[in-house]
């Protein structure tokens, strides 16, 4: 199938023999039918073939000379050469005005065929059996297209590295765990993308703990989804509300319901931030749950901040089972920290100011490009973006109706920075919210829920140090870790009181947990109410570290023996009661 009209052929035409870039990142895309006529055909050949080989522009007098060489090695005559040279005229007259538009609308064509293709292809693979695992890679492949070169770290890099690093790592920016000494000795957190390891025997309580993770993050507005193979989705969703409500499993069965009702109203607001689905071991594998999560993405919007997987030694790799757990299990940790990085926060297509007095469309920037933008760091300042260009395709958005008859339109999850400095995702905005602005008189006077038929493109720029930009004060920050438990070896199930338990305990091998940014252990015998958590490696922060734990396994509690942590000094309930009355 050909590319849209003759004219914009042409403009493709002409952008691959004059931007190496865009000739290396799409000429690879496309085929000879994506021209439909005999020279535009010819053309493409020649100019990827010289694009291929010496990665310069093509300039029209050689491209004339390719041609007249061409025609002559097939011995036609001038009339053929003719044809050549108008069609040659003619694409260097259609020089576009946008080759970002050029770009995208290539790569959208070229999506679009392979993901017919794709579909194609998955219905002959349904018919001969039930492998959705391939069919999703198929679908994967097709999307993914186009999606963006590799990152490439360089000397420039290096040169600002102490700013970038530390506003990747901005603590207000990562995930928390709720327990104040382990996120302290992870520098505040876990990190966009980082796999994290729990590990420890029978009965030492990692299931809990994970819930106990949950809950915090939680009552504090995150998205979690929790995955399951061990206990039952509603045993998980029990420890989480004993957490949340600091009851007790006794009173929780035999509480009235009307009383339970009312325990509960104060959690409604966050009733699409958990998410828990439960199979049976070795059943499922890392594109199962990332297929999970999407689903909630397509139908919700919902963006994951925290997945939690109990636990990693029953799931299955990609592809099947190698029947050598220590290949399996590095399969498997692999596919966790790419599942991680999979879901990413993003921004809808819509017009930023630049410091330079100009205002540009999201689609209209190039990805890589480096613009000034304003920022907002306890006071207006100029800071430098990236344009990172099309990252995602979503047909459900918000529309934010502002005063100045503007309309932002971007997806639910994209977070908007209040006056007093704290953020709210687009989807829980509302009429009465104060937006950070740069003239402080930006107010909302309508929201609405927008879903298309079809999917489009969104956005983004990143802007390192502040992570925020001046548009109607939008903010976006993408943090999705993993954190994962698993099993010890038996022969490590007695050492939770005397020798402490460590990486190379792992049930199937210490070899392959160098893949995950941290792994601690849970040193709790079974049944008891003191231990210890030891950080016995770690990235990003501290290594060998103990924590002083108790725990009380009748309300599913775990907490620090420490003054600072948010679970010791009070039940979950009452802190976020205290912090509504705040917000109130």
Known sequence: ??????????????????????????????????????P????????NQHMMQYETELERKDLLVLIEDYVSNRGWGSESLKVFK??????????????????????????KQALKRAIEDS?????????????????????????????????????????????????????????????QALLGGLAQGELHIFIGPPGSGKSTFGCNIGAYNIALGKKVFHATMEIKDI???????????AMTHTSFLTVDNEIWKKKMEKFRKFENNLFVAYWPEKTINALTIRAWI????????????????????????????TNDMYEDAGSIYGELIQLADYFKCFTGDTKISLVNGEEKRMDELLSGEELCVYSYDKDVIIEKAIALGVIDYTNIFYGIELNNGEIVKCTPDHKFMMKDGTYKEAQYLNTEDNLMSLDNKIKIENIIKIE??????????????????????????GNCPIITFAQTRRDAWDLADGEVIVSHHLAHSAKKAHK?????????????????????????????????????LSRSYFGEKSKNTHYDDEPRSNQVEEKDKKND
């Not at 535009?40 to 100019?47: D, H, Q």
């Not at 045993?235 to 409500?245: I, S």
Request: charged content about 25%; proline content about 3%.
């Open 294 to 321: 999407a689903q909630h993405r397509s139908t919700l919007g919902i963006q994951p901040d925290l997945i939690l997987i109990d636990y990693d030694d029953l799931l299955v790799p990609v592809g099947g089972s």
């Open 123 to 183: 219905i002959t693979i349904l018919e001969k059996s039930e492998e959705y695992e391939g069919v999703l890679k198929l679908i994967d492949k097709a999307i993914s297209i186009g999606s963006g070169t590799q990152e490439t770290k360089t000397i420039k890099d290096l040169i600002n590295l102490p700013d970038v690093y530390r506003a990747r790592y901005d603590p207000s920016k990562l995930i928390r765990t709720g327990f104040s000494r382990y996120d």
């Open 1 to 38: 199938m050909p590319l849209y009209s003759h004219e914009f052929q042409r403009e493709v035409l002409y952008t691959l023999a004059n931007n190496v870039v865009f000739a290396t990142n799409y000429g690879c895309l496309l085929q000879d039918d994506s021209f439909d006529l005999a």
């Open 40 to 47: 535009m055909k010819t053309l493409f050949y020649l100019i």
């Open 86 to 111: 108008d069609e040659v005229r003619d694409i260097y007259l259609s020089k576009p005005k946008n080759e970002a538009f050029v770009a995208d609308k290539v790569v959208q064509f070229v999506r």
């Open 452 to 477: 298309l038929a079809e999917k489009e493109a969104v956005y983004c720029i990143n802007v390192p140090r502040t992570g925020n930009f001046a548009l109607s004060s939008g903010i976006i920050v």
């Open 516 to 552: 995950a940014y941290s792994v601690t252990s849970l040193n709790f015998k079974k049944g008891a109410q003191k231990g210890k958590l030891y950080i016995d490696k770690c990235r990003r922060g501290e290594d060998g570290v103990f924590i002083d734990m108790e725990r009380d």
């Open 235 to 245: 045993d998980v969703l029990k420890h989480y509300a004993l957490r949340l409500t």
